[in-house]
């Protein structure tokens, strides 16, 4: 038999017909991320570090943030795109069901979301905790009825984005069986030096990328900040450039560099190769240099 090439609903890391999660802790950016891919994907857009090669549709299924919470960051999303959505984007949201969200668990409730997939190219769950309901989070066994739900809709050309919560010690909470039939599991950190006032700021990694490597899978940092008229402007670096700049900026500010590796949870060792870095660069002042 002859299978079609898979081409990219996201590229480089979001194949046709592919299977993928993203996980982190609580507020890091979570929804952002997801809210900007499926604005990106519907109008052949850019995101982050991600391009998507054509309009495809999506099927957003919310399970926590109230209707005009979502409505309000969509609003912000479009007025601060240069490219309009050409493509269907359908939202399922909590505040719309009186009777309640379905369980992704249950085929019962995988049921109920068959007639709005026509024209979808990808479901984007957000999230698993609040959606998929059934059995113990913990236990492998729970996971199989969404784990084949998941495959059928891959059969059927459609792709799937789970989002998840991270657990205490910082890994994706529940069972790891779920990562097995994934071709991607991007997990969303907190950067070391992060505080609240700057909102959604996160560094994204990549655990697990099937047939993607090298720059395309390097670690970076993104902030979402605005812009004098208002409009949402996401920048990006590369990690390591993003602790270079931290080092140097913490020096500059007189702080010891054992101080600076409890900081920024990095070693000494490394908070010396980027001081040696951020000299090469010109990024110390005063003495420092």
Request: some cysteine.
């Amino acid at each position: 038999m002859e299978f079609p090439p898979r081409e990219n609903v996201l590229s480089p890391w979001l194949p046709s017909q592919g299977l993928t999660l993203v996980y982190a802790v609580r507020g890091i950016g979570k929804t952002h991320l997801s809210l900007g891919i499926a604005c990106a994907v519907t109008s052949a857009g850019t995101f982050l570090r991600w391009t998507a090669p054509k309009a495809s549709g999506v099927l957003l299924v919310d399970g926590e943030m109230p209707g005009k919470v979502l409505q309000d960051r969509f609003a912000a999303i479009v007025a601060s795109n240069e490219k309009e959505s050409t493509a269907p984007l359908t939202i399922i949201t909590p505040d719309l069901q009186e009777c309640g969200m379905p369980d992704l668990s249950d085929p019962a409730g995988q049921r109920l979301i068959e007639e709005y997939l026509p024209g979808i190219s990808l479901v984007i769950i957000d999230n698993l905790s609040t959606l998929c309901r059934s059995g113990k989070e913990n236990e492998g066994e729970s996971w199989l009825p969404v784990q084949e739900w998941a495959l059928r809709l891959r059969s059927r050309g459609i792709s799937v984005l789970f989002i998840h919560h991270a657990g205490k010690g910082g890994q994706q909470r529940g069972t790891s069986r779920k990562e097995d039939v994934l071709d991607t599991v991007i997990n969303l950190k907190r950067p070391a030096d992060y505080r609240p006032d700057q909102g959604a700021r996160f560094e994204v990694h990549f655990e697990k990328s099937r047939g993607i490597y090298g720059d395309d899978v390097k670690a970076f940092e993104a902030m979402l900040t605005a812009g004098q008229d208002g409009r949402q402007i996401w920048t990006t670096q590369d990690l390591e450039e993003s602790l270079t700049e931290r080092v140097a900026a913490a020096l500059n500010d007189d702080i010891p560099q054992h101080e600076i590796a409890e900081m920024l949870g990095v070693s000494k060792g490394t908070v010396s190769k980027h001081k040696s870095k951020a000299q090469s660069l010109g990024l110390l002042t005063g003495g420092k240099k």
